[in-house]
């Protein structure tokens, strides 16, 4: 195996490769030749990922296993299902996708994650994690009905195994007797370190020597002896059972084989090929290591899960000292902005601080929620339940139960994961959980499975629950406080990246709930806007001399707010980064025909569809939510209303 330790910044060479449009081209070469393909391959995906930056480390450790599946399997006939997605990379070049790579994640390239509309070659979209093996036996299931006798094969990774959905697939799949292989890519990670007990028990086993040499020396010893064949297999049923998980599998309904060398491309190959031809459950266990092949990302997984576009380094421009006209005032220095998740962690660390109920709580997300420096000062308070959104949910109501204050740290998109756990187990029971709710809003190049397009319309109909969304980086503080102050379930929803730039306070004094702020007021047109868009609002207000009010809280509404917006102002427009079906704006309207008041509404925010990945400011574009895009869309409906008062 060819070792890196830089990206290339120039295509490699790679002959063979290239001579690749489809998988069945590989399912013809000799095992050196496929070896070649292997390195080719790697160092082709260290090219394309430092052009268009994305998911790195996962697609490194599955290079030859992808390229060991597409040989064993006649894809795209036999169905290949990946989990999550962060490790197909290699599988796009291999299926026809290889010069395209270099836009992937950019607007109008490839998609970061599988996707049936991409390719036939993706057999199922994914996103989120731990839902391979039930779409894999749904096809599975479906071949046989039909009669067909095709080969599912769905990959895992262990941190998606730690999922309750993975678990039940299994058992489902042992008691249907399907024909389906389950690969298990055991690296001992998913984003970060993997937690749990499962994950635990994988690696404390198979970082050992000792089974291995156990299992293999047995077998020669057992074999050497006369009429011994039947007890060394015995033998080695026993030993699984003591020493490894086969015995959990097994009792599952799997045949399991394994662990064995995922990068071992030939002992890899093989037994994929004589899988493949088993009939009903297979379990093939694999051990992989994050990032092989390139140094840095085997010596640091997590900081190489994903990497940014590799940009050239501009010629320097020559120094020069700006000097400030004599007649005006120095320029003072603008606030850098921050992150709003940095923001967070902040926060979390100084309440935890003020207060020793407060418990910290994520499903797998520690460094994108940044809780890193909580999960050091207060490890004690800090619980990683893996991936496990309704766990996280249920484990935090618990938690209130008996008087602490949980904060759950989850990305928008899932926690509807965690849906069913907020209605029952935290709103029903009225307890005490606040719900910091990242990446809200269009998120970028992960796509439409990551945007955070509908929280504020799954969450607003949850009765006695408060959502708030702040407009700045200032206001997410004291909004977090608020929310942790509260006698009940709340939830702040802020956006990815930084805020605008304004200066954050140090203290934890809280915003009050269902209360807005009028931050400009103008004539003739009112901008209601929650949460992010109150950016672009501002720009919008002061060209066309509008009002604008943050209104801080979709739940509850300030409705003096609302109503005085309305009595005063010819047309309102609501503004929000959410779906416009159930969010922010039909709360206004709501609150207008509630209260038996005629108004003019225009609500703006993400279409009823499902955007695509690109940058957020081109997307937001793209969805007329700019400050461009709005201000056209007041002046339309403005027209409009026009022409219809004049009967033209």
Known sequence: MKLFDEIPVERPATPLLDTIDTPAALRAMSSAQLRELADELRAYLLYSVGCSGGHFGAGLGVVELTVALHHALETPFDRLVWDVGHQAYPHKILTGRREAMTSIRQYGGLAAFPRRSESDYDTFGVGHSSTSISAALGMALAARTRGESRRVCAVIGDGALS????????????????????????????????????????????????????????????????????????????????????????????????????????????????????????????????????????????????????????????????????????????????????????????????????????????????????????????????????????LAAGMACEGMKPVVAIYSTFLQRGYDQLIHDVAVQHLDVTFAIDRAGL?????????????????????????????????????????YHHNGPAAVRYPRGTGPGVAIPEHLEPVEIGCAEVRREGSG??????????????????????????????????????????????????????????????????????EGVQAAVLNLGLPDAFVEHGKPAELLEECGLDAIGIEAAIRQRREAGRRDASGQ
């Open 163 to 394: 999922a309750g959905m993975a678990f039940e697939a299994l058992a489902h799949a042992g008691h249907v007797d399907a024909n389906l292989l389950v690969v298990l890519n055991d690296n001992e990670m998913s984003i970060s370190e993997n937690v749990g007990g499962m994950a635990s028990y994988l690696a404390r086993v198979f970082a050992s020597k000792t089974y291995t040499t156990v299992r293999e020396g047995g077998k020669k010893v057992l074999s050497r002896l006369p009429g011994a064949l039947e007890l060394a297999r015995r033998t080695e049923e026993h030993m699984k059972g003591m020493v490894s998980p086969a015995t959990l599998f097994e009792e599952m309904g799997f045949n399991y084989i394994g662990p064995i060398d995922g990068h071992d491309l030939p002992g890899l190959t093989q037994t994929l090929r004589n899988m493949r031809d088993l009939d009903g459950p297979q379990f093939l266990h694999i051990k992989t290591c994050k990032g092989k092949g390139f140094r840095p990302a085997e010596a640091d997984p997590i900081g190489y899960h994903a990497i940014t576009k590799l940009e050239k380094d501009p010629a320097p421009a020559p120094k020069t000292e700006p000097q400030a006209p004599a007649d005006q005032p120095p320029v003072t220095p603008k606030v850098k902005p921050r992150k709003y998740c940095n923001v967070f962690g902040d926060w979390l660390c100084d309440m935890a601080a003020a207060d020793d109920r407060l418990i910290g709580i994520t499903p797998a997300m520690r460094e994108g929620s940044d809780l890193i420096r909580f999960s050091q000062q207060y490890s004690q308070r800090y619980y990683d339940v893996a991936i496990a959104e309704q766990h996280a949910v249920t």
């Open 443 to 483: 998120v970028g190049e992960d796509g439409p499975t990551h945007h955070g397009a509908l929280d504020l319309s799954y969450l607003r109909c949850v009765p006695g629950l408060v959502i708030m969304a702040p407009a700045d980086e200032a206001e997410c503080r004291a909004m977090l406080s608020a929310a």
């Open 525 to 594: 047109v009112a901008l209601l806007a929650f949460g992010s868009l109150n950016v672009p609002a501002a720009e919008v207000a002061e060209r066309l001399d509008a009002s604008h009010f943050n209104m801080r809280s979709i739940k509850p509404l300030d409705r003096q707010a609302v109503l005085d917006a309305a009595r005063n102002h010819d047309l309102l427009v609501t503004l929000e980064e959410n779906v416009v079906a159930g969010g922010a704006g039909s709360a206004v309207n709501e609150l207008l025909a509630a």
